[in-house]
């Protein structure tokens, strides 16, 4: 029963924290975009000048545009909330059916990316760890501080040079081949799309798991009950198998989980290196070209993704650590 | 009965050994060296030493031109240490910034505790509810682009991490017996943050100053190469990188390895002498 | 000295490489020309205060200290000289130790699966378990336990059982009375008297010189990481002239049944030990000798002793 409700409150508290997040990023963003130069009616219109002073004055009347910021910002407030995310000023279709497709697309790249960094992070980490100042540790960290210094669309730009154009393994942009439509795209095409930007973004987020696992390795290996347990003559293999991967899987699980932002982030640059149309490429065009309706919600769709893999995090740790669950129970 | 000899069961090891302190006093020596002579290599090449060269586009790595040239011919190893050293100024510009709002924040937040605290804590979570990228950009929309948006993005998204390690610090410091005599005294919360609490946090600072630049260098270069950062008329990294992709296809490699991969070098070097400072500073490496 | 010891550690010493400020580093000797003895079926106390090193003993019976730990000196278990080999072969098996506390067991399993970890009797790992749970008094669901969860008396059954799971021949029990109160000492005194009883022989490593004479067969004076004496227990009754070593002397006046008054000055550090004997900056008897030369081990009225004087 408490243990339930502990849950609830827990929950109850996150989803406040969330909802003041979400009013407040909403605000900032407002201010923001309202700061910048940009002109919402030129970047609707283009650079065309076939359209009219008074036309443009027209489009700003429909949308309001000339009302004062305050009112503007409440009109589009409540119509967020009501569902209404406005119209995308470049795909020319509603803001969330855009958001959408898109983010469908990066999910499956970054589920890939996460899986695999998350897995060969953790592998490494463990194997760094237990060979803790030998040559495999040092090579192990040595690549982990070079990733960690690589900006990911260079790393994407070296992968496409080498891999697409040198020996043409893999396509070298876009999504979908030009002149097929979305529909007839088979598997195959979809996944040999998919392997080079998932595989950047995957050995970018490989260094901060693999890192943080060995330290703990190492933090475990040199603690109290790896010592009792040596002392009663468990082997250095069961010793791995028995203590050291358990102990360092929670921790490497829940960072795994803490690193949905910097997977955004790391997604944004590598679709726009590798032309994936996703929600990454989105934000680059909505931002270039001023889209300003699809570049809000696209804040707020972040905030959601960051902010449901933080909370998964914290979850998972009362969940799964037997010292918090049972505590609860007791 | 009990003989008394003198035997040496394992192996006793070199009487000097090279230690982790000596390592890292050396790398830090090194590699600050190497930063310098690159800012004042850039600040050394004149404007006019990037000039275009038509007859020699597109030259592939050489002796005369180690990292090539492009399109008009400029050699692209000036091109890259004007571009370095661009990205090295903001760089520490925004390190620094950064590491100011994170110690006025950092200590402010637990002296002043109640709802100042909690304002602060509440800001460092907002800025972390949001991936940095795309808060820069925001940023940098706002201010209509160039080098203001930039550096004031790249500030807005370093802050949070080194004032949570400084917070945390100063929550110890607090609770420590002098600083509580001090408050007892009657000695004003000012007093006590410039008095007991910062010297304190000051190897943090330092630490956490350093291993901020690489981030804000990478940022810098990553938001410039997408086009919310530094105009294209500017020598930066983000825009040489930029630009190469017009040539990705056409096997003009050295157009987009050099200057990233010097981009990471510096990075590396700056990375790894944060983290040779904490090692010297940290109590634990005084065992090993 | 008819009876052979099953486990006797010569002249141990072991030092660490130290950072002490800025580049300067020193070897420190935090164990130095360390004696013991071991006998089927009787308890040895190790006593000395608390914080002086007195578990790297343990560790290095056990071939478990740190890699960067040098030592030197020999250690023969049944007669035989033991190898780094050696040592990962024993623990465990023949030599168990007994940890603190319950934070020397995972905190993310379950007791009874730990237990299990260390039989290599993959077939019966459920049974012995089940059965030494049983001896102790120890529920069947304590198995499922994870350490967090156990409670003072379960914890102290637990590591017991730990020890005992093996047929192992010499126990150590490392500090296994701190924070406890009256009756929980002598719950814990009752339980090592009863395993030695059964032929085992017993190394409790401890800083109360009192528990340790309730129970204990002899006593080994700990100090500046060396053993000034070995005694037996019956030499501290009454006045204690039966002693040998000076600091044995003034710790057993030390006591509360006794004169109760306490030693004065504090053990020398690792960093700062005096040249010749270990307590000679203390000792009330000290020559020039003293602090010039290392004293020996000698043996006096069947105990030993390290003192140019002793009598």
């Given at each position: 029963m408490e243990k339930r409700s502990g849950l609830g409150i827990f929950l109850?508290?996150?989803?406040?924290?969330?909802?003041?997040?979400?009013?407040?990023?909403?605000?900032?963003?407002?201010?923001?975009?309202?700061?910048?130069?940009?002109?919402?009616?030129?970047?609707?219109?283009?650079?065309?000048?076939?359209?009219?002073?008074?036309?443009?004055?027209?489009?700003?009347?429909?949308?309001?545009?000339?009302?004062?910021?305050?009112?503007?910002?409440?009109?589009?407030?409540?119509?967020?909330?009501?569902?209404?995310?406005?119209?995308?000023?470049?795909?020319?279709?509603?803001?969330?059916?855009?958001?959408?497709?898109?983010?469908?697309?990066?999910?499956?790249?970054?589920?890939?990316?996460?899986?695999?960094?998350?897995?060969?992070?953790?592998?490494?980490?463990?194997?760094?760890?237990?060979?803790?100042?030998?040559?495999?540790?040092?090579?192990?960290?040595?690549?982990?501080?070079?990733?960690?210094?690589?900006?990911?669309?260079?790393?994407?730009i070296l992968f496409i040079m080498l891999f697409a154009v040198e020996l043409g393994w893999f396509p070298v942009a876009i999504s979908v081949p030009i002149g097929v439509l979305a529909e007839d795209v088979s598997l195959a095409d979809r996944l040999s799309h998919l392997i080079l930007p998932s595989l950047t973004l995957s050995l970018i987020g490989i260094s901060n798991i693999c890192l943080h696992t060995r330290?703990?390795?190492?933090?475990?290996?040199?603690?109290?009950?790896?010592?009792?347990?040596?002392?009663?003559?468990?082997?250095?293999?069961?010793?791995?198998?028995?203590?050291?991967?358990?102990?360092?899987?929670?921790?490497?699980?829940?960072?795994?989980?803490?690193?949905?932002?910097?997977?955004?982030?790391?997604?944004?640059?590598?679709?726009?290196?590798?032309?994936?149309?996703?929600l990454g490429q989105a934000t680059v065009q909505s931002g270039l070209r001023g889209d300003l309706p699809l570049l809000m919600g696209i804040v707020i769709i972040s905030l959601i993704f960051v902010y449901v893999g933080n909370m998964t995090a914290d979850l998972l740790y009362m969940v799964i650590d037997p010292r918090i669950k049972e505590g609860q129970m007791a | 009965m009990m003989e008394q000899v003198e035997r040496i069961q394992v192996p006793q090891g070199p009487l000097f050994k090279f230690g982790v302190r000596e390592k890292a006093i050396i790398a830090i020596g090194l590699f600050a060296t190497v930063f310098i002579v690159i800012l004042i290599a850039g600040s050394l090449i004149p404007e006019d030493s990037l000039d275009v060269d038509l007859y020699n586009i597109f030259a592939s790595p050489s002796l005369a031109h180690p990292f090539g040239t492009d399109w008009v011919g400029t050699d692209m190893l000036l091109r890259t240490i004007t571009g370095l050293y661009l990205s090295m100024k903001i760089g520490i510009f925004c390190a620094v910034t950064s590491a100011i709002i994170?110690?006025?924040?950092?200590?402010?937040?637990?002296?002043?505790?109640?709802?100042?605290?909690?304002?602060?804590?509440?800001?460092?979570?907002?800025?972390?509810?949001?991936?940095?990228?795309?808060?820069?950009?925001?940023v940098s929309i706002a201010c209509g682009g160039?080098?203001?948006?930039?550096?004031?993005?790249?500030?807005?998204?370093?802050?949070?991490?080194?004032?949570?390690?400084?917070?945390?610090?100063?929550?110890?410091?607090?609770?420590?017996?002098?600083?509580k005599i001090s408050r007892k005294f009657g000695k004003s919360k000012l007093f006590i943050a410039r008095e007991h609490v910062f010297p304190h946090v000051i190897p943090q600072l330092v630490v956490g100053t350093v291993l901020i630049f690489p981030h804000a260098i990478l940022h810098e270069a990553s938001i410039t190469f997408l086009g919310f950062g530094l105009p294209p008329h500017e020598p930066a990294i983000g825009v040489i990188l930029s630009e190469s992709m017009k040539y990705l296809t056409s096997g003009k490699w050295w157009l987009a390895f050099f200057p990233g991969a010097s981009l990471v070098l510096v990075s590396m070097m700056v990375e790894n002498i944060g983290r040779n400072i904490e090692k010297i500073i940290n109590q634990k490496t005084a065992y090993m | 000295?008819?009876?052979?010891?099953?486990?006797?550690?010569?002249?141990?010493?072991?030092?660490?490489?130290?950072?002490?400020?800025?580049?300067?580093?020193?070897?420190?000797?935090?164990?130095?020309?360390?004696?013991?003895?071991?006998?089927?079926?009787?308890?040895?106390?190790?006593?000395?205060?608390?914080?002086?090193?007195?578990?790297?003993?343990?560790?290095?019976?056990?071939?478990?200290?740190?890699?960067?730990?040098?030592?030197?000196?020999?250690?023969?278990?049944?007669?035989?000289?033991?190898?780094?080999?050696?040592?990962?072969?024993?623990?465990?098996?023949?030599?168990?130790?007994?940890?603190?506390?319950?934070?020397?067991?995972?905190?993310?399993?379950?007791?009874?699966?730990?237990?299990?970890?260390?039989?290599?009797?993959?077939?019966?790992?459920?049974?012995?378990?089940?059965?030494?749970?049983?001896?102790?008094?120890?529920?069947?669901?304590?198995?499922?336990?994870?350490?967090?969860?156990?409670?003072?008396?379960?914890?102290?059954?637990?590591?017991?059982?730990?020890?005992?799971?093996?047929?192992?021949?010499?126990?150590?029990?490392?500090?296994?009375?701190?924070?406890?109160?009256?009756?929980?000492?002598?719950?814990?005194?009752?339980?090592?008297?009863?395993?030695?009883?059964?032929?085992?022989?017993?190394?409790?490593?401890?800083?109360?010189?009192?528990?340790?004479?309730?129970?204990?067969?002899?006593?080994?004076?700990?100090?500046?990481?060396?053993?000034?004496?070995?005694?037996?227990?019956?030499?501290?009754?009454?006045?204690?002239?039966?002693?040998?070593?000076?600091?044995?002397?003034?710790?057993?006046?030390?006591?509360?049944?006794?004169?109760?008054?306490?030693?004065?000055?504090?053990?020398?550090?690792?960093n700062e030990l005096p040249h010749g004997c270990l307590y000679s900056d203390r000792c009330p008897k000290k020559t020039k000798k003293c602090e010039v030369e290392r004293p020996r081990l000698k043996e006096i009225r069947d105990g030993k002793v390290r003192c140019l004087y002793a009598t």
């Open positions: 109850t508290k996150r989803l406040i924290k969330l909802v003041t997040l979400l009013v407040a990023i909403c605000i900032v963003t407002f201010v923001l975009l309202e700061l910048s130069p940009i002109d919402p009616v030129t970047a609707y219109v283009g650079a065309s000048t076939k359209v009219g002073a008074e036309q443009r004055a027209l489009i700003a009347e429909h949308w309001g545009l000339n009302k004062p910021p305050i009112e503007r910002f409440m009109a589009w407030f409540t119509s967020i909330i009501r569902g209404d995310w406005g119209t995308s000023m470049i795909y020319r279709r509603p803001v969330l059916e855009v958001i959408g497709q898109k983010f469908l697309s990066s999910l499956a790249l970054m589920a890939v990316a996460w899986t695999l960094s998350g897995v060969l992070g953790f592998v490494l980490g463990i194997i760094a760890g237990v060979y803790e100042g030998k040559a495999v540790d040092k090579v192990i960290r040595a690549y982990c501080h070079i990733l960690i210094s690589t900006p990911s669309f260079w790393l994407g330290q703990k390795v190492v933090d475990i290996l040199s603690s109290d009950f790896v010592l009792f347990a040596k002392a009663r003559g468990e082997s250095k293999r069961s010793i791995i198998h028995n203590h050291v991967i358990k102990n360092a899987s929670l921790p490497a699980i829940t960072l795994q989980f803490l690193s949905f932002s910097e997977l955004f982030g790391g997604a944004v640059f590598v679709e726009q290196v590798f032309s994936y149309p996703g | 994170a110690v006025l924040l950092g200590i402010a937040g637990p002296i002043f505790g109640g709802k100042i605290d909690y304002v602060i804590s509440w800001l460092v979570d907002l800025v972390l509810s949001v991936p940095h990228t795309l808060v820069i950009i925001l160039g080098l203001t948006g930039i550096v004031i993005g790249v500030t807005v998204t370093h802050w949070t991490s080194l004032t949570r390690v400084i917070r945390a610090e100063v929550m110890q410091v607090k609770e420590m017996e002098y600083t | 000295m008819d009876k052979q010891p099953i486990l006797q550690v010569n002249n141990l010493g072991i030092s660490f490489s130290q950072y002490t400020k800025g580049l300067h580093r020193v070897d420190l000797k935090v164990i130095t020309n360390l004696d013991v003895e071991l006998y089927e079926g009787e308890i040895l106390a190790v006593v000395g205060s608390s914080g002086s090193g007195k578990s790297l003993l343990a560790h290095a019976i056990l071939g478990i200290l740190p890699d960067n730990a040098v030592t030197e000196g020999e250690i023969y278990y049944n007669g035989k000289l033991l190898t780094p080999e050696d040592m990962e072969r024993l623990r465990g098996d023949e030599i168990a130790l007994i940890p603190q506390s319950v934070n020397y067991l995972d905190p993310l399993q379950q007791v009874g699966k730990q237990i299990k970890i260390t039989i290599k009797d993959h077939e019966h790992q459920d049974e012995v378990v089940s059965d030494i749970f049983q001896r102790y008094g120890l529920k069947k669901e304590v198995e499922n336990y994870y350490p967090f969860q156990l409670s003072g008396g379960m914890a102290r059954k637990v590591l017991l059982a730990m020890a005992l799971v093996s047929d192992s021949k010499v126990i150590i029990a490392d500090e296994p009375t701190p924070g406890l109160d009256e009756a929980s000492i002598n719950e814990v005194l009752k339980d090592f008297r009863d395993i030695a009883d059964t032929g085992r022989a017993v190394m409790m490593i401890t800083h109360d010189i009192q528990a340790a004479l309730k129970i204990a067969d002899k006593i080994a004076i700990f100090y500046a990481g060396t053993t000034l004496e070995t005694a037996n227990a019956a030499d501290f009754e009454g006045d204690g002239s039966r002693l040998r070593h000076p600091y044995t002397k003034a710790l057993n006046r030390a006591l509360p049944s006794n004169e109760f008054v306490p030693v004065a000055g504090t053990q020398p550090l690792p």
